[in-house]
């Protein structure tokens, strides 16, 4: 052995009998030190695997892009409770409807709040407005549909005005207030040149006057054959998000004298489901004739059920009325038919099951169509998450408290769900080196705080 190893080994040795500490100091080292080195192989193995890593997680972002959303079905899963959070205030947002405004109008429990969607083999990354705001740099998103797809607008718009310091640069384009019969909206971000847009086609296809020689009941037609008349501004957009459903009913179709109508000829014994159906067909061919998949990302939400309930009582006085049609004066017969037919009891929590609600024709139709079409198409499949939720509906906290509301959803809500399961598939498609970057700043920061955390319980600082 040479004279420096004896040396060395002598102090050691010397040491160890003048220090018992220090053998304890040295066991504790080499544990944090393999605590430490096995925690980073699981650090770099999570980041291989793609799995997310909340570093803050009260500032709702993206943290790194999960690759197994792209293999797993978001929709099945159930409503867990979370600690409360809001993407935003309504009240502040100058976007959201009075009406849609619950908080505002008085109710007093925030646990519809308090919820969140867990699919079941996966994880929903939260919200990161910065994230967002770039990825949109530029770009031109589209809503198009009925008042729930306004909901849907205003709670986007919302969210992403909440990471924008200067709110003046948050404008509608043509300084307009949102209003229930309003066709266009377009709301600009400035400073990140891109516009979130909603176009007001209920039907989706074109209504139309009256044909001639059409029975005095027909009051105008839906043209199925037809596209809606505005559909040429919903072109040359980056996100195209489509519904339609709500209006398919008798009493906004049939009772109002709308029947149904391809080419000349009009239909007035064809069922709605056949007619939807019709409808969705001529979406579909549109899509494949003017949407350039290179650029176009297509959405189509389902169907989202309501919680209206019908008492025993109502069904019965409704069917003593289809037995004794014929034989009601006219004055009698419009009495009993406006008439309350339903109400509306939002509960203080999700339903435990869905009394069926998951089950519906639309959406059904809505799938058969779309796996037929060319150009891919998103399905924001919200049926079944949405049949729970019988607790965030705006019920009686509207702007009129007396008529009630179990169709439409309170903001924030609901709504915001389907915009956070749109970004984040949005995320996977569109690639970007600032995300790899705030990744790996994350990265980063998280491996030191980690370090110095280990470090400092051993008390080596």
Not at 102 to 110: I, P, S, T, V
Not at 159 to 181: A, H, P, T
Not at 232 to 239: A, C, E, G, L, P
Not at 275 to 289: C, D, I, K, M, Y
């Amino acid at each position: 052995m040479s004279a420096f190893n004896r040396s060395i080994s002598s102090s050691r040795t010397t040491s160890f009998h003048r220090t018992p500490n220090l053998n304890r100091f040295r066991r504790c080292f080499h544990f944090h030190f393999l605590l430490i080195a096995a925690s980073l192989i699981s650090l770099f193995v999570a980041i291989r695997d793609g799995y997310y890593i909340y570093v803050l997680p009260q500032t709702h972002h993206f943290s790194t892009r999960n690759t197994s959303l792209t293999h797993c079905d978001v929709y099945q899963g159930r409503w867990v409770p979370v600690p409360p959070y809001s993407l935003y205030n309504a009240t502040d947002c100058p976007f959201v409807e009075r009406g849609f405004d619950c908080l505002a109008n008085g109710r007093k429990d925030m646990n519809y709040l308090n919820w969140r969607w867990k699919p079941n083999d996966c994880e929903i990354p939260r919200l990161n407005v910065s994230y967002v705001l770039e990825m949109f740099r530029g770009k031109r998103i589209v809503f198009v549909g009925d008042s729930m797809s306004r909901t849907q607008w205003e709670s986007l718009v919302c969210m992403l005005m909440g990471g924008v310091e200067d709110k003046s640069s948050v404008y509608e384009v043509n300084g307009k207030k949102v209003s229930k019969q309003i066709r266009f909206l377009g709301v600009r971000f400035r400073d990140f040149n891109f516009t979130i847009e909603f176009f007001r086609s209920v039907f989706l296809v074109q209504q139309g006057p009256v044909p001639k020689h059409a029975p005095k009941r027909v009051k105008s037609t839906l043209r199925l054959d037809r596209l809606d008349d505005i559909s040429d501004k919903w072109v040359h957009s980056d996100v195209l998000i489509f519904n339609t459903g709500h209006w398919w009913v008798p009493t906004k179709l049939f009772d109002m004298g709308c029947y149904f109508q391809v080419g000349r000829s009009l239909k007035m014994g064809m069922s709605i489901p056949v007619a939807f159906r019709t409808a969705l067909g001529t979406w579909a061919s549109w899509v494949e004739r003017k949407i350039n998949k290179s650029r176009t990302r297509v959405f189509f939400r389902t169907f989202e059920p309501s919680h209206w309930r019908v008492s025993f009582y109502t069904l019965v006085a409704f069917a003593q009325f289809k037995i004794t049609l014929t034989r009601v004066p006219l004055q009698a017969k419009k009495k009993l038919i406006d008439q309350p037919r339903r109400t509306c009891n939002t509960t203080s929590y999700p339903m435990i099951e869905t009394d069926g609600r998951d089950q519906n024709l639309f959406s059904e139709t809505v799938f058969d169509v779309v796996k037929n079409v060319t150009v891919p198409i998103n399905l924001l499949h919200v049926t079944t998450m949405t049949a729970f939720r019988s607790d965030a509906h705006v019920g009686n906290w509207s702007d009129n408290p007396s008529v009630h509301d179990c169709s439409h959803w309170c903001l924030p809500g609901v709504p915001d769900m389907w915009n956070e399961i749109i970004l984040s598939q949005l995320s996977t498609h569109y690639e970007f080196p600032f995300q790899q970057m705030e990744s790996q700043s994350e990265f980063s920061y998280f491996v030191m705080l980690f370090l110095s955390l280990c470090l400092a319980a051993s008390g080596m600082i």
